[in-house]
């Protein structure tokens, strides 16, 4: 039997749905985008059906947004606090590069103005990309995201304080996430890379390990691992930067996700994707960050890194 070619949302539990009559609906599917079946080598009624295991997690991992610019001179010191942090908590901290201000594209973010002209002639990479400026756009007022470098820790706001926070509070903010651990959501994800097509297919679980108070979707990251270009490093233009996890967007290009259908406890839903990736780079070049967000508060609930 040919499988539905859609990135869709299949859910575990039965649902029930009212149109003229109400009928019994088995492992729903939701259409989205369609799959790219070429990238698959081969018919593709014979791609590989997932096999999942019971999800033993029992750790929340975190996501570290670093919000830069290359044209940033005090972002190379906010990026060095970021590795730092993500190397001190191996498997449980992930950095993402953000590149974005508040409201979306700045000066510390923008290309030169002509290339090889001009004191930034040299500032001709794009990092951002639409994704990056959505966040900047949506996180500028009301999240205390005011300049670069700030950042968040999986967008948790503490108590009396701001989303956003200056990289010397990076540290501590995880340290008391990772002490409160507190796990309401489980993901786990299987992926095939074809080489002949430079795609892949992305296959994830979703299961709330609790009731969730608030609707939550899910955003897959596409993280380019690390590109040497220009940087302004506190004034000096160093053109042997290493720009390290640099978000290149969401493999399904929704910035805000799909919605996780059901988040109650012991319900799961699977949600699968197709990716080609850029001419001239391989799935070496790149990982993916898999994370659920509650909608109302933006908070990630959980995020698991995925080599591809």
């Not at 919000?67 to 993500?86: F, K, L, M, S």
């Not at 009301?142 to 300049?147: E, L, V």
């Amino acid at each position: 039997m040919k499988r539905a070619l859609y990135i869709g949302i299949l859910s575990v539990v039965t649902m029930t749905v009212s149109l003229m009559s109400c009928d019994k609906i088995d492992k729903p599917i939701k259409p989205a985008i369609l799959l790219d079946t070429t990238i698959f080598e081969g018919n593709w009624e014979d791609y590989p059906d997932p096999v999942w295991t019971q999800n033993t997690n029992s750790n929340r991992n975190f996501v570290l947004e670093d919000y830069t610019g290359h044209r940033c001179p005090n972002c190379p010191d906010a990026a060095t606090e970021a590795e730092a942090i993500e190397s001190a908590n191996p498997d449980r901290v992930f950095v993402a590069s953000v590149h974005a201000g508040p409201g979306g594209l700045t000066a510390f973010q923008e290309l030169a103005d002509s290339c090889g002209i001009g004191d930034y002639h040299k500032f001709c990479t794009e990092f951002f990309n639409s994704t990056s400026i959505a966040y900047g756009q949506e996180f500028s007022s009301g999240f205390g995201f005011f300049a670069n470098p700030q950042g968040t820790v999986s967008r948790i706001t503490p108590s009396g304080e701001s989303m956003f926070s200056l990289y010397n509070a990076w540290s501590a903010r995880v340290s008391n996430a990772i002490a409160e651990n507190n796990l309401q959501v489980n993901i786990q994800a299987q992926s095939n890379y074809y080489s002949s097509t430079n795609g892949f297919y992305l296959h994830t679980e979703i299961e709330p390990l609790a009731d969730l108070p608030n609707d939550c979707n899910t955003v897959v990251y596409l993280l380019e691992n690390e590109v040497i270009d220009y940087q302004d490093d506190n004034g000096y233009k160093d053109s042997a930067y290493h720009h390290h996890n640099i978000l290149r967007g969401t493999i399904d290009d929704l910035p805000w996700g799909q919605t996780v259908p059901t988040i109650t406890a012991g319900s799961k839903s699977y949600f699968d994707y197709s990716y080609k990736l850029p001419t001239g780079k391989d799935n070496s070049d790149y990982h993916l960050l898999i994370y659920v967000y509650d909608i109302t508060t933006y908070e990630i609930l959980q995020v698991i890194k995925h080599e591809l």
